[in-house]
């Protein structure tokens, strides 16, 4: 269980605890997801950071039951006191949307091009609340405003191939808040978009999160965006959580040297986002061939021997926790020593 002190006072809005997803595949079962926990409050905004392959969306999709060919192993996720894995479809239906929304990855296969976006938004509204037709169409009109789409009631009759992309992931926001959702969990909302739209985007989600007081899990691989956004970060990397804590403490002060490496791959305007973090060596180690130990090992500056045992999950102050020998209480000398590899 990953600790969060800021939430001890509180009960939290969501805990997702010591969560594992395993995929049957051609090469055998695999651990998409090995050791996540994490907590969040209401109104809290929590990002969930890591590069690609980390297990962010596969944590997303897991709270929501949403995952395909997958399961939940090991782990709790506890939606304001209830363990969702004991609730039946039929409550998990009423969860999603009305208390918990999701903001998918891919705008594009998220929208279904057959529907004008009206249809679209009326029957995500009236998939749970009993309204009529022109009640739900009117609430549409309100929503799609209310996500900055002009003439909106002339837009409702767009289909999805005539909006831009920002046009098209302001029409998943306004889904997503159709019920008036207590938690948005948006997985990477504006990786799609250019610079000018993401930031637009970005202003848009904070200014809803007040008004509906909401809390926000914001899955990302900018840590600029954190930066932006985030009171509580988690980082991920290969299906764990390796180091979590407040934004501010995390993004100025990394314990762990995985933060480290990512905070300084930080994208700049200029860099192609459709490409993976570049300032860090090597890459994610496939999922059938993790190494034994702390998986960040291989690419780690500070690696040394000890690296290859799993490392302990420390505790450190405000609540901040970290996955390394590193933060070992009782460093060995070899430990404290320089660091015996340079970035690979
Ligand atoms: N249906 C599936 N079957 C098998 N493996 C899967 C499946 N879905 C995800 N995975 C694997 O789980 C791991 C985590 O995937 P996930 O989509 O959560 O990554 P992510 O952190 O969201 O990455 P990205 O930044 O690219 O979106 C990856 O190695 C991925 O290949
Ligand atoms: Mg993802």
């Not at 939290?12 to 051609?26: C, G, I, K, N, S």
């Not at 999709?61 to 006191?81: F, K």
């Not at 022109?134 to 909106?152: F, K, N």
Request: proline share 7%; hydrophobic share 40%.
């Amino acid at each position: 269980m990953w600790p969060n002190a800021e939430h001890e006072q509180t009960v939290p809005l969501l805990r997702v605890a010591d969560l594992r997803v395993e995929f049957d595949t051609a090469r055998g079962t695999v651990e998409a997801v090995n050791d996540i926990g994490f907590e969040v409050s209401a109104e809290q905004t929590v990002a969930i950071v890591g590069e690609s392959g980390s297990g962010k969306s596969v944590t997303a999709l897991a709270v929501l039951q949403l995952l395909d060919g997958g399961r939940i192993a090991n782990g709790q996720i506890v939606w304001d006191g209830q363990d969702l894995s004991a609730v039946d479809k039929s409550r998990m239906r009423g969860i999603r949307g009305e208390d918990i929304a999701m903001i998918f990855q891919d705008p594009m296969t998220s929208l279904d091009p057959l529907y004008s976006i009206g249809d679209q938004i009326v029957e995500a509204i009236r998939l749970h609340r009993k309204i009529s037709k022109t009640e739900a169409r009117d609430r549409a009109v309100e929503l799609l405003g209310q996500v900055g789409i002009p003439d909106a009631r002339t837009r409702l009759r767009a289909y999805p191939h005539e909006l831009s992309g920002g046009q098209r992931q302001r029409v998943m926001i306004a889904i997503a808040l159709a019920c008036a959702p207590r938690l948005l969990i948006a997985d990477e909302p504006t990786t799609a978009l250019d610079v000018t739209i993401e930031a637009q985007v970005l202003e848009l989600i904070r200014d809803l999160q007040r008004q509906y007081q909401m809390a926000l899990v914001l899955v990302t691989h900018d840590m600029g965006v954190v930066a932006e956004m985030a009171d509580w970060v988690v980082v991920c990397y290969a299906g764990q959580v390796v180091e979590q804590g407040p934004a501010g403490k995390l993004l100025t002060d990394p314990q762990h040297p995985y933060t480290e490496a990512l905070l300084t791959a930080i994208p700049t305007p200029e860099t192609d986002k459709s490409q993976p973090l570049g300032a860090i060596g090597g890459a994610v180690p496939a999922l059938h061939e993790m190494p034994p130990g702390c998986r960040f090992q291989p690419r780690c500056r500070h690696a040394w021997q000890d690296c290859t045992q799993p490392p302990p999950v420390v505790r450190l102050d405000g609540g901040r926790s970290s996955r390394c020998w590193l933060r070992a209480p009782a460093p060995t000398e070899s430990r404290r020593a320089e660091p015996e590899q340079e970035l690979a």
